[in-house]
């Protein structure tokens, strides 16, 4: 079994790389910190041949290789193209979650990671872990950021907790109206990657989070599966099951190359009609202008972060 490891973990004076001794330095330019142990370079899959089938994961299965992680986790789960229902054979593995750093890199003047991101391959699969530090993760979930509340609520757990749970049980208080900012801005940036590159997978993204966007304003409810989106909403174009069917085969292959695939005018009437829905479901939603879950997430963060302190004394 090979596997070759990226480290790299941002604390909000910089960015922190651990090398292969695991000593730390600041490196506010590099994006990546290649460890000394033959870990791969940027854009290197790592992958000597055909890799085992990513349309199917358990996630279960993938709770063993989060066993050394710096910080306890809260959570782990399955984010991407996985949760959102459009996965495909050579998909890589997204992994999301929170991580609790101990008091004492907290309260001091040395202050450990905001978040940690690391990548690896094992097993000829590319495995992309980010966590943020719980108080980070909080702050997130207090903006209209529908990333961390997918992540949040994915059902493909791999790492969870007491914590976890209070956590799901507040996420409801986090949603806002203004949600809908986030789901509209994040399928023009998609569609723009469409556009340059003809790929299935930003298309699919763009209708995904429109999809999503529309479904949450209406039910107050969050809901990142792109088939059961399909099933859900009359506005989504029939097309999109043959189009999910298609990327399965290949996570960069391209519109082009699907048999009776919609063209680019149907395209653009679709796109423009469910923005144009999202704006409505927004205006008609009941979801509330601002979140209500602050004080119990300060309470929730300032007990587990006790909790570290009294269990180092």
């Known amino acids: 079994m090979t596997h070759a490891e990226n480290t790299r973990t941002t604390a909000s004076d910089g960015t922190l790389m651990t090398h292969a001794d695991g000593t730390w330095t600041t490196d506010t330019d590099s994006t990546r910190m290649m460890r000394g142990d033959g870990a791969r370079t940027v854009g290197d899959t790592g992958r000597g041949g055909p890799g085992p089938d990513l349309t199917r994961l358990d996630p279960a299965s993938l709770s063993g290789v989060l066993a050394d992680q710096p910080y306890p986790l809260l959570f782990a789960t399955v984010s991407g193209a996985h949760l959102y229902g459009f996965p495909s054979r050579d998909s890589d593995v997204d992994l999301r ?83 809908a900012h986030h789901y509209r801005g994040f399928a023009h940036t998609q569609h723009r990657l469409y556009e340059r590159s003809g790929e299935l997978k930003p298309l699919l993204y763009t209708f995904r989070t429109l999809l999503t966007g529309i479904h949450l304003m209406r039910t107050g409810r969050l809901e990142a599966h792109l088939p059961t989106l399909l099933a859900k909403l009359a506005e989504a174009p029939g097309y999109l099951g043959t189009l999910i069917g298609a990327k399965a085969a290949g996570e960069h292959d391209l519109l082009a190359g699907v048999p009776d695939a919609p063209g680019a005018d149907r395209l653009h009437a679709d796109l423009a009609a469910l923005h144009t829905v999202l704006d409505e479901a927004q205006q008609a939603s009941r979801l509330p202008e601002r979140p209500t879950a602050e004080p119990a997430l300060h309470d929730l963060l300032v007990r587990i972060r006790l909790a570290t302190a009294s269990s180092a004394g």
């Open 97 to 179: 979650g929170a991580h609790l750093l101990p008091a004492a890199e907290v309260v001091g003047l040395r202050h450990g990671p905001a978040t940690v991101d690391r990548s690896w391959t094992r097993d000829g699969v590319e495995i992309d872990l980010v966590t943020h530090d719980a108080a980070k993760f909080g702050h997130l979930l207090l903006r209209r950021n529908g990333y961390v509340l997918e992540q949040l609520l994915s059902p493909l757990v791999v790492v969870t907790g007491d914590a976890h749970a209070e956590l799901v049980a507040l996420a409801p208080a986090c949603l806002t109206r203004h949600h």
